[in-house]
């Protein structure tokens, strides 16, 4: 028998995170946390963080459900338990979150290996988290992917913001370009035709959710202008896997395992698109740092030669916990 506990917490961000979206300055959320009843010096800890500026639940619907495992955790196995999660998902993907990752953490703490991770023959790599092209917060980590915020001022204002940061930065960094569905296609177009005659267009690595409310045909007429790859990111809730994953043309995801639901889910969604040729970016959202660990499992199962930098670097723009 299994008793599952929650904590809500708010931590303050040092700066406000800003994005197209909106802006943060808290974050809030519940630490889950599961054990076996009388047995309690194994514990699973797992972090349930909202986020409806991406398309979350709210911070009461989680709770909410949360409360709801509480009391019938009792009388499932965690099998059981993670089946029921399943008919949350899409609705309550943060709380299904918290859930899933305790029950996977104490999974692998009683020696099992729950998301099947390979021995990883490089250390985890990941992008630098530097804010927005305004006000870049780029240092001399060693990361060299540098992820900004963009959509925020006018296309053309950021396109001459991004020649003078090109032209400053080592010679071995690259942009990780992230707009938040801020523009229209008609933007994307301009903003992307612009790139392209940039003398420094190799430096961008990648250019995350350009558009609103996006359709794969215009994704894919915007990959094909681009020497980049477009990916998707928030939107990957809005298409059939399967039409996602019979496009040829799709370069690359971004996989939030807040957004999609926990960490064994995203693992198994995140094969499936290695499987067919589609880069895979996993990527935390401002959670603490049981959550980040969390994705990092994820990032170490899907990527175990570290090919790609994942976006993992989020915990210096919190407060200590």
Same mark, same amino acid.
């Given at each position: 028998?299994?008793?599952?506990?929650?904590?809500?917490?708010?931590?303050?961000?040092?700066?406000?995170?800003?994005?197209?979206?909106?802006?943060?300055?808290?974050?809030?959320?519940?630490?889950?946390?599961?054990?076996?009843?009388?047995?309690?010096?194994?514990?699973?800890?797992?972090?349930?963080?909202?986020?409806?500026? !991406?398309?979350?639940?709210?911070?009461?619907?989680?709770?909410?459900?949360?409360?709801?495992?509480?009391?019938?955790?009792?009388?499932?196995?965690?099998?059981?338990?993670?089946?029921?999660?399943?008919?949350?998902?899409?609705?309550?993907?943060?709380?299904?979150?918290?859930?899933?990752?305790?029950?996977?953490? !104490?999974?692998?703490?009683?020696?099992?290996?729950?998301?099947?991770?390979?021995?990883?023959?490089?250390?985890?790599?990941?992008?630098?988290?530097?804010?927005?092209?305004?006000?870049?917060?780029?240092?001399?980590?060693?990361?060299?992917?540098v992820k900004l915020k963009i959509g925020i001022e006018s296309v053309e204002s950021e396109i001459e913001l991004?020649?003078?940061?090109?032209?400053?930065?080592?010679?071995?960094?690259?942009?990780? !370009?992230?707009?938040?569905?801020?523009?229209?296609?008609?933007?994307?177009?301009?903003?992307?035709?612009?790139?392209?005659?940039?003398?420094?267009?190799?430096?961008?690595?990648?250019?995350?959710?350009?558009?609103?409310?996006?359709?794969?045909?215009?994704?894919?007429?915007?990959?094909?202008?681009?020497?980049?790859?477009?990916?998707l990111d928030e939107s990957i809730s809005h298409f059939e896997l399967h039409?996602?994953?019979?496009?040829?043309?799709?370069?690359?995801?971004?996989?939030?395992?807040?957004?999609?639901?926990?960490?064994?889910?995203?693992?198994?969604?995140?094969?499936?698109?290695?499987?067919?040729?589609?880069?895979?970016?996993?990527?935390?959202?401002?959670?603490?740092?049981?959550?980040?660990?969390?994705?990092?499992?994820?990032?170490?199962?899907?990527?175990?030669?570290?090919?790609?930098?994942?976006?993992?670097?989020?915990?210096?723009?919190?407060?200590?916990?």
């Amino acid at each position: 028998m299994y008793k599952l506990k929650i904590t809500p917490y708010q931590i303050e961000l040092k700066h406000p995170w800003i994005t197209s979206r909106g802006e943060l300055n808290t974050r809030d959320g519940f630490w889950v946390s599961i054990s076996e009843d009388g047995k309690n010096s194994v514990e699973g800890e797992g972090d349930a963080a909202p986020l409806p500026i !991406l398309g979350t639940e709210t911070i009461e619907q989680c709770r909410t459900l949360l409360e709801k495992f509480v009391s019938i955790t009792e009388k499932y196995t965690l099998n059981e338990l993670l089946e029921i999660l399943a008919d949350y998902r899409t609705t309550m993907p943060a709380a299904c979150c918290g859930v899933e990752s305790a029950i996977i953490d !104490l999974q692998s703490k009683l020696g099992e290996n729950p998301l099947q991770i390979q021995k990883s023959v490089r250390p985890l790599r990941v992008n630098q988290a530097a804010g927005t092209l305004q006000q870049p917060t780029i240092d001399n980590s060693g990361n060299s992917i540098v992820k900004l915020k963009i959509g925020i001022e006018s296309v053309e204002s950021e396109i001459e913001l991004l020649k003078d940061l090109i032209n400053t930065l080592p010679s071995h960094y690259r942009v990780r !370009l992230d707009a938040n569905q801020a523009w229209s296609m008609e933007q994307a177009l301009i903003f992307i035709r612009a790139l392209n005659e940039l003398s420094g267009v190799d430096r961008v690595e990648s250019l995350e959710e350009p558009i609103v409310d996006p359709t794969l045909e215009q994704i894919n007429r915007l990959q094909h202008l681009s020497s980049f790859p477009i990916a998707l990111d928030e939107s990957i809730s809005h298409f059939e896997l399967h039409s996602l994953l019979n496009n040829n043309k799709l370069r690359r995801v971004v996989l939030k395992p807040t957004l999609i639901g926990g960490p064994q889910t995203t693992v198994k969604i995140a094969r499936q698109f290695k499987q067919h040729r589609v880069e895979v970016v996993i990527t935390s959202t401002l959670e603490s740092h049981i959550g980040v660990d969390s994705a990092i499992q994820c990032a170490l199962a899907i990527d175990p030669e570290q090919q790609l930098a994942h976006g993992l670097d989020t915990g210096k723009w919190l407060n200590e916990e």
